[in-house]
């Protein structure tokens, strides 16, 4: 740049003494201007030139080095401290001594304001023993993979530290964290307790026209007029501290939109909850590619890495999964993905790598029944069925726990191979069959099920259909769509596809029907169903895990109705081993008449 700026002055001396006048400086491009230089006779083989050039450009180096040592002794403080805290050792980083009873919010989180919101609005006051192990690791910006049961805070964890987690000045305007869950009325779950905090928030610092959506925004799948009021308040405010979103919905808005609209490009934290329900844990992340959340987090990963500054920490990532999860998940992570900074990462919970567990995967106040519903054409072509209770597993001894448990992936690809060569009329006629077995079960133990029914159909089956075959039942038949069970009648069927009950805790239901096995067919859809029930918290007590043992306390009941003519030995096989590897589940009688 000065050998530049001298050989054009050099050139406007020059014809400044040729016309005696003060010209402008010649413009020249670059090739112009090496041919000048080649061919000018007073630069050429010029040694006086040359010792000017370099001692001028030592005396600028020289000068910015002085600036650059004192501008670097003056802040040499804050540079030892962040590279003492970002060296720190995981466990140096854990300062919450979580053996402690009855912890609370504040003891992990210093804002005491969301605190004080969550407990009056929630009535959240201590944290599970899953949150607490969770928010040690969180405050000490420790990444994590965290398996646990059902019931026990996962989704709310995530979501209360993404609330307490401030934002870094350096990372500039942007959206702070972001949550991903499996379903939109996970995600309307989440809006209503978002709603219920700013609102406690509020009464303690009152803002006029403040709108919980500065706060935490939620992307879904709704209706037109829903949808349009989500971009809008996106519009709005495009960078809301937390943004809460299903992967597919984000995915769709990022492709048309792009990221001037959605400003995930400065992320300090990355949760997924339940990602076991968004991909297969136990298959190689290879076969995987082409799924929205595998896709989602490869493009936004990058996103973070290419506009990161260099001495920026890379973002936070918590993902939760159900037991049991095997340790190969882990081991794909760290082999075929580039999403977690592994000198800060530490997993949590018990990564299994045997088939059977050693805990109670299902609540211990949990029951399962079978119910087979055979059915027949009379002679006027009336569908009439007849229900039978299936024959309940005999536990093998303990040392055959392991060898009984096993088999599950080739069912899974038996299952998988039977299912795609069904015709659409096999399908519809399995449901008919299912539902006829519903009305004459609820006929019959009418006195058994006076309260609200939780029935939950395959994601492939229309709920809407099943509502309207259900027209018979003398009671209300609801679709669910995230509302609250407080709004629907004392006595009703609620209606749920198996994806849109995932993570959402049904306080006030003791009876589940899962028609037909395509809904439980492995082991982790198995036990997150069973986990659905909830008590006056919203949680499952965790004295109900446990040690496997024989204490049961049957509370709430779990049925599996499936046609008999399809249930075969390897059917049989599967749903014994759901049993087994839940913890050896107790069974009831549904019916009253056992299969021989």
């Known amino acids: 740049m000065i050998s530049r700026w001298t050989f054009v002055r050099r050139l406007a001396t020059k014809a400044e003494r040729q016309i005696g006048s003060i010209g402008e400086f010649p413009q020249l491009n670059d090739q112009q201007l090496l041919e000048?230089?080649?061919?000018?006779?007073?630069?050429?083989?010029?040694?006086?030139?040359?010792?000017?050039?370099?001692?001028?450009?030592?005396?600028?180096?020289?000068?910015?080095?002085?600036?650059?040592?004192?501008?670097l002794d003056k802040n040499m403080h804050k540079i030892k401290s962040y590279n003492d805290r970002i060296n720190t050792t995981i466990e140096s980083r854990i300062t919450v001594d979580i053996t402690r009873d009855k912890l609370r919010f504040e003891d992990f989180y210093p804002n005491k304001v969301v605190s004080k919101a969550i407990a009056s609005k929630l009535g959240f006051v201590t944290t599970t023993d899953f949150q607490r192990r969770l928010f040690?690791?969180?405050?000490?910006?420790?990444?994590?993979?965290?398996?646990?049961?059902?019931?026990?805070?996962?989704?709310?964890?995530?979501?209360?530290?993404?609330?307490?987690?401030?934002?870094?000045?350096?990372?500039?305007?942007?959206i702070n964290s972001l949550l991903l869950v499996n379903s939109g009325q996970q995600a309307a779950k989440l809006e209503h307790m978002a709603q219920k905090i700013f609102s406690g928030i509020l009464e303690q610092i009152p803002r006029q026209g403040a709108s919980y959506k500065e706060m935490a925004q939620f992307l879904y799948r709704a209706d037109e007029a829903t949808e349009k009021k989500q971009i809008n308040a996106l519009m709005e405010n495009p960078c809301p501290h937390v943004l809460v979103s299903t992967p597919q919905r984000l995915l769709d808005l990022l492709s048309t939109r792009g990221m001037d609209f959605l400003k995930v490009q400065s992320l300090a934290y990355i949760a997924v909850d339940d990602i076991d329900h968004m991909m297969e844990v136990s298959l190689p992340i290879s076969k995987q590619r082409k799924t929205p959340i595998i896709q989602l987090l490869d493009y936004v990963l990058k996103l973070q890495d290419y506009n990161r500054i260099h001495n920026e920490p890379h973002p936070q990532l918590a993902f939760t999964t159900t037991s049991p999860t095997?340790?190969?998940?882990?081991?794909?992570?760290?082999?075929?993905?580039q999403w977690f900074d592994w000198s800060k990462f530490h997993e949590m919970g018990n990564f299994q790598d045997t088939q059977m567990a050693a805990t109670n995967l299902v609540p211990k106040n949990v029951v399962f029944g079978c119910v087979l519903v055979r059915s027949q054409l009379s002679k006027s072509k009336k569908l009439r069925t007849d229900l039978i209770d299936m024959k309940p597993p005999l536990y093998p001894e303990r040392m055959d726990w392991e060898y009984a448990a096993t088999g599950e992936p080739k069912f899974l690809e038996y299952w998988k191979h039977k299912r795609s060569h069904m015709s659409k009329d096999i399908v519809d006629g399995e449901l008919q069959v299912l539902i006829?077995?519903?009305?004459?079960?609820?006929?019959?133990?009418?006195?058994?099920?006076?309260?609200?029914?939780?029935?939950?159909?395959?994601?492939?089956?229309?709920?809407?259909k099943t509502q309207k075959m259900l027209e018979k039942l003398k009671r209300p038949v609801i679709v669910y769509s995230g509302q609250d069970l407080e709004d629907t009648p004392n006595s009703c069927l609620i209606v749920a596809n198996g994806k849109s009950v995932a993570g959402i805790g049904f306080k006030n239901i003791n009876t589940m029907m899962v028609l037909g096995l395509d809904v439980v067919r492995d082991i982790h859809r198995?036990?997150?169903?069973?986990?659905r029930f909830r008590n006056a918290a919203g949680l499952v007590s965790s004295d109900l895990y446990g040690v496997v043992d024989d204490d049961k306390y049957p509370v709430n009941k779990m049925i599996l109705l499936a046609p008999d003519l399809a249930t075969g030995s390897e059917e049989r096989n599967q749903i014994s081993r759901l049993s087994l590897r839940g913890g050896l589940v107790q069974w009831t009688p549904v019916v009253g008449i056992r299969e021989k």
């Open 436 to 464: 006829s077995g519903v009305l004459k079960l609820f006929k019959k133990k009418k006195d058994d099920y006076p309260g609200r029914v939780l029935m939950v159909v395959s994601d492939e089956t229309s709920v809407l």
């Open 526 to 531: 198995f036990v997150h169903l069973a986990g």
């Open 326 to 337: 095997p340790s190969v998940f882990l081991d794909e992570l760290r082999e075929n993905t």
């Open 36 to 71: 000048a230089i080649e061919n000018d006779p007073d630069i050429v083989n010029n040694k006086s030139w040359r010792r000017s050039y370099y001692h001028q450009l030592s005396q600028l180096t020289e000068a910015l080095d002085a600036r650059f040592k004192e501008q």
């Open 136 to 174: 040690a690791l969180a405050t000490g910006f420790i990444s994590t993979v965290a398996v646990g049961e059902p019931g026990t805070g996962k989704t709310s964890s995530l979501f209360v530290h993404s609330l307490f987690l401030r934002r870094m000045n350096a990372r500039g305007e942007g």
